[in-house]
């Protein structure tokens, strides 16, 4: 489906997420999906710390935070907010979702 | 086209299982030349042994006793943060490209502990092996490398031949002085040797610390608990200490030389002030001294930025930037494969865009004029 020039693309099912966060690629650009008690989000895999492949780091699922592989910087599931009150490197570049019936769309 | 994959879940993440960097898919490109000034090689001690001259130092260093000394402090952050290498130039090559830069200096990363030797006939060799390592893999057929003579702090005599056997080479840029592990300041005259070979060959002196773990000076990083508290204080501390020692010295008053302050950031740069205050009330213990301490530092000395403190409140760049002696004094260094390496993006994303293409390649040009 279209969105604007933007087109829809199914990553995963609600089901996925939920079990583990994902990593989709979609038009060759790589994505980190969560999801959250309220939302599911996808943000770009562009530390805005330094630049760093936020996707290709760890995930803490307990206490619901990407960390970059670059230098450990950390940011929340939710609205890809870094937890702490930094100038710089405040907040994860998101990506447009869709959830509809059970699954997950990135507008690319 | 879509892909997608399980990111596994790792609350407690085994530090057996290395995470590695990555890369993004799209690093920001710089649209102009960058000197990295500090990047580091992984030498490894088989590197160095197939330089090593047949003697007892070289078995020694090939027995199951020898390690090169280690602080064992853990970049990863409990498994977040990830690990890179350097294998060898093609590696070097490959992350030039991807992150934009033209030049290197290369530096060494297990010699940042060298200092800490305690048997200097093995010090010696393996300073001799890293500098012939470095010239034959590194150097001698890479245009794009740059490299600095390995001194061992142990014997500056050594030191001083070293330099006599490569300052000459068109691709040695300057000198790499450990300021871990000297016996003395680096200020005292047993290391003159040193600095009369580096000036004689138009060679610019670069202090480069570590962070060390135990007690070793000039600072006693055990004391601290985790590698936060050790690593924030030991490079800025290590350079303040021996810049304390060579400036009070007159080193730089009585050799013409450059130094570059290597991998310490610029946060803790006023501290230069404070020298001054202290020499205006006791100018007679520095008798080398004609001028203040600050004023020798905005000549003789350039300031790597790396690890940038972008954290830093607005509105106080400016002011560091001239107290470390003005825009013409700061260099970039990406640091990398090392844990806290910045990309070249940190200095559009921190510093004023009029001083990019000063800190960019235009001032390493001056602080090591045969880039």
């Given at each position: 489906m279209s969105t604007g020039s933007r087109q829809e693309h199914l990553v995963c099912s609600v089901q996925d997420v939920e079990d583990h966060p994902q990593v989709a690629?979609?038009?060759?650009?790589?994505?980190?999906?969560?999801?959250?008690?309220?939302?599911?989000?996808?943000?770009?895999?562009?530390?805005?710390?330094?630049?760093?492949?936020?996707?290709?780091?760890?995930?803490?699922?307990?206490?619901?935070?990407?960390?970059?592989?670059?230098?450990?910087?950390?940011?929340?599931?939710?609205?890809?907010?870094?937890?702490?009150?930094?100038?710089?490197?405040?907040?994860?570049?998101?990506?447009?979702?869709?959830?509809?019936?059970?699954?997950?769309?990135?507008?690319? | 086209m879509v892909k997608c994959m399980s990111k596994q879940a790792e609350p407690a993440p085994s530090q057996a299982d290395?995470?590695?960097?990555?890369?993004?898919?799209?690093?920001?490109?710089?649209?102009?030349?960058?000197i990295d000034?500090?990047?580091?090689?992984?030498?490894?001690v088989d590197d160095l042994l197939k330089y090593m001259d047949d003697t007892e130092e070289k078995a020694y260093v090939k027995s199951d006793y020898f390690q090169y000394p280690k602080d064992g402090w853990d970049r990863s952050a409990g498994g977040r943060a990830g690990y890179a290498d350097v294998s060898g130039p093609e590696a070097e090559m490959e992350i030039m490209e991807q992150l934009g830069l033209d030049t290197s200096i290369i530096t060494p990363t297990a010699n940042l502990y060298h200092?800490?030797?305690?048997?200097?006939?093995?010090?010696?060799?393996?300073?001799?092996?890293?500098?012939?390592?470095?010239?034959?893999?590194?150097?001698?057929?890479?245009?794009?490398?740059?490299?600095?003579?390995?001194?061992?702090?142990?014997?500056p005599d050594v030191g001083a031949e070293e330099i006599e056997k490569y300052g000459d080479n068109d691709d040695i840029v300057g000198v790499f002085l450990n300021p871990v592990g000297p016996e003395k300041g680096l200020g005292d005259e047993r290391y003159e040797p040193i600095y009369e070979a580096a000036s004689k060959h138009d060679l610019t002196v670069g202090l480069h610390g570590a962070a060390t773990t135990h007690s070793t000076f000039p600072l006693q990083t055990n004391y601290f608990h985790k590698?936060?508290?050790?690593?924030?204080?030991?490079?800025?501390?290590?350079?303040?200490a021996q810049i304390t020692s060579i400036i009070c010295r007159g080193i730089p008053e009585r050799y013409d030389l450059r130094f570059v302050s290597?991998?310490?950031?610029?946060?803790?740069?006023?501290?230069?002030?404070?020298?001054?205050k202290e020499f205006l009330a006791r100018p007679n213990e520095a008798p080398h001294l004609d001028r203040l301490p600050s004023e020798v530092w905005n000549d003789k000395f350039w300031i790597v930025s790396q690890p940038m403190e972008e954290?830093?409140?607005?509105?106080?760049?400016?002011?560091l930037a001239q107290m470390a002696g003005g825009w013409d004094n700061l260099l970039f260094a990406t640091d990398w494969p090392h844990w806290d390496f910045d990309a070249p993006s940190v200095v559009k994303k921190t510093l004023p865009n009029e001083h990019w293409s000063k800190v960019y390649h235009e001032n390493a040009r001056e602080a090591y004029p045969k880039i």
């Open positions: 690629t979609v038009n060759d650009r790589k994505y980190i999906v969560v999801l959250t008690e309220d939302d599911v989000y996808a943000y770009q895999n562009i530390c805005p710390h330094q630049g760093g492949p936020i996707a290709e780091g760890r995930v803490d699922t307990e206490n619901c935070k990407i960390i970059c592989p670059w230098h450990g910087w950390e940011f929340n599931f939710e609205e890809g907010e870094n937890p702490y009150d930094t100038k710089i490197g405040k907040r994860l570049p998101q990506a447009p979702t869709v959830v509809r019936d059970k699954k997950v769309y990135i507008l690319d | 290395v995470l590695e960097k990555g890369w993004p898919e799209k690093e920001e490109r710089i649209d102009q030349e960058v000034c500090d990047a580091h090689i992984r030498e490894s200092g800490l030797l305690g048997n200097k006939d093995v010090a010696n060799e393996l300073a001799r092996a890293y500098n012939r390592y470095l010239m034959d893999v590194w150097l001698d057929d890479h245009d794009i490398f740059k490299g600095m003579v390995f001194v061992p702090v142990q014997d590698f936060l508290e050790v690593h924030a204080i030991s490079h800025p501390f290590q350079q303040m290597m991998e310490a950031g610029i946060g803790w740069v006023p501290y230069i002030y404070r020298l001054d954290t830093i409140p607005d509105g106080t760049i400016d002011g």
